[in-house]
């Protein structure tokens, strides 16, 4: 019997990659206001195509474009990391189907709840500014705690917290090793979410796959 039905966040409950190019649009405005539209739009591919769907090391990631787009002056790479981690939580773009799916798992006396890899201030931000915290039993971001997907004390330490066993869980999410194959691990049920920057990547046989949030109701 399914008792918790729990969420990755980014490209699960989030369109990520609609945030991102929101963010990415923001950040050049604030730091880069005098390039043309032409080279805007250049910057912004150049940050979706090397951003690896966000798991990268950002100082990293960010000294490479800075090389890229031939930028010496400031801001520098660690200036840039760190605005993203203060600032892309405010740029959500939360699925349309978020909420009323949340809503009827509670309605049908389902527990709800999000683990969420990434920093501590970077992540509460999302959830914070998602207008989903109403419609969640629980909270687990890996910048809190000692452990992160694909870990499987993640998710039996999410359980715990909630008083179910694994196996009672459902976890849904679009990572195929991070989100699949880490619920697989501690004993959760798990449902993929085939939709962003891993969109049709490493698809089993015996997990079933969604494109929409509220696909998840025919499971519990």
Known sequence: MIKAVLFDFDETLQDRTAAFLRYASAVLDEYYPLITAQ???KRIGDMVRTGNGGYVDRVKWYSQLLDMWGCAAPPD????AEHYDRNFGYYNVVFPDAVPTLKKLRERG???GVITNGPSVLQHTKMNESGLLPYLDILVVSGDIEYR?????IFQYTADKLGVKTGECIYVGDHPVNDISGALSAGMKPVRMNWGWFEGQELRGDVPVITSLSEVLSYV
């Open 77 to 80: 790479a660690k200036t840039l």
């Open 39 to 41: 080279e805007k739009e």
């Open 110 to 112: 389902i527990i709800t």
């Open 149 to 153: 997907k694909p870990q499987p004390e």
